[in-house]
């Protein structure tokens, strides 16, 4: 593990889905109804996490079965709990090393998982095996260079203030391909056919205060895994900064935006 990615803990279902699931949720939908999948096909899903992307592959896009793919026991124990559907299996697997057939799935997709893997062109280059012709390749990553994902932004903004090592730690400066162009480079790189980018924005509203900083402080993903690594006094000073700063509505909610980018390309 990198010492820039040493905060990046996936593991705790309910800690994932209380910091990204809850918006990830939000996005994965629009982005199956994007590619405009055929109904009764075979899918592939990379890093699945708690679940996000499958149920809404299984919701709406009438797949015949569903093989969703995480590296994390902890995730794909939650995943299944989540996503109760006969057509959907979880299995422990790695992007880089598929444990599925050349060309035996008609949708392969991923959902904010291609900047972890430490060898992103391999990662595609499976995702490209295991399709069959005519199939559809899609992902999507947060938009994190262009500021895309407020929240995660206002707190390593808040972070690099008081200590300056979290500026190295920041997903902007670790995830630079995350842009319009990058994520298009990275599929046509890939050898994918007929590739297509658009952008998916989801407005993110915290309630309160609490409502948003609190997932911070539950370990589960870079910003929270490098929260949970300060010592009590360090993580308060982090807290009343962001406190103090972050613009609240009258009502006390925290209203801001996240965006990724989507990409879909052929297999020819
Ligand atoms: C930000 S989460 C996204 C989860 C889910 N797709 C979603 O949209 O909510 C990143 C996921 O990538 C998984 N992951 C990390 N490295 C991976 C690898 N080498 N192969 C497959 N998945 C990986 C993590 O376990 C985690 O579930």
Redesign the pocket.
């Known amino acids: 593990m990198s010492d820039k990615s040493r905060h990046?803990a996936?593991?705790a279902g309910d800690s994932?889905d209380r910091y990204?699931?809850r918006w990830?949720?939000q996005?994965?939908p629009r982005f199956v109804e994007w590619i405009g999948p055929a109904a009764g096909g075979d899918w592939l899903?990379?890093?699945?996490?708690?679940?996000?992307?499958s149920a809404a592959a299984l919701a709406r896009g009438a797949p015949r079965s569903l093989l969703s793919?995480?590296?994390?026991e902890g995730?794909l124990a939650k995943a299944r709990a989540n996503v109760p559907d006969p057509r959907a299996e979880f299995r422990l697997?790695?992007?880089?090393a598929l444990p599925v057939a050349d060309a035996s799935r008609d949708v392969v997709v991923?959902?904010?998982?291609l900047n972890?893997?430490?060898d992103r062109a391999k990662?595609l280059a499976e995702m490209k095996r295991t399709a069959r012709r005519g199939g559809t390749v899609g992902y999507y990553l947060w938009d994190y260079p262009g500021g895309g994902v407020a929240f995660m932004r206002a707190f390593w903004v808040a972070a690099a203030a008081l200590d300056a090592k979290a500026a190295d730690l920041t997903e902007d400066r670790r995830f630079p391909f995350c842009t319009r162009d990058g994520v298009a480079a990275m599929a046509r790189e890939a050898g994918l056919a007929g590739v297509e980018v658009t952008a998916i924005e989801v407005p993110t509203v915290f309630k309160d205060f609490d409502d948003y900083w609190e997932p911070f402080t539950l370990g589960a993903?870079p910003a929270p895994g490098y929260c949970a690594s300060l010592d009590p006094q360090a993580r308060e000073r982090l807290r009343l900064r962001l406190f103090e700063t972050l613009p609240r509505r009258d009502d006390g909610s925290i209203a801001m935006t996240a965006r990724a980018w989507a990409v879909k390309a052929r297999i020819e």
Do not use: H, K
Request: hydrophobic letters at 40%; charged letters at 15%; glycine letters at 18%.
């Open positions: 990046d996936w593991s994932y990204m699931g990830s949720r996005v994965a899903e990379i890093g699945c996490g708690t679940g996000a992307l793919i995480d590296p994390s995730f697997g790695d992007a880089q991923s959902g904010l998982v972890f893997v430490p990662a993903g």
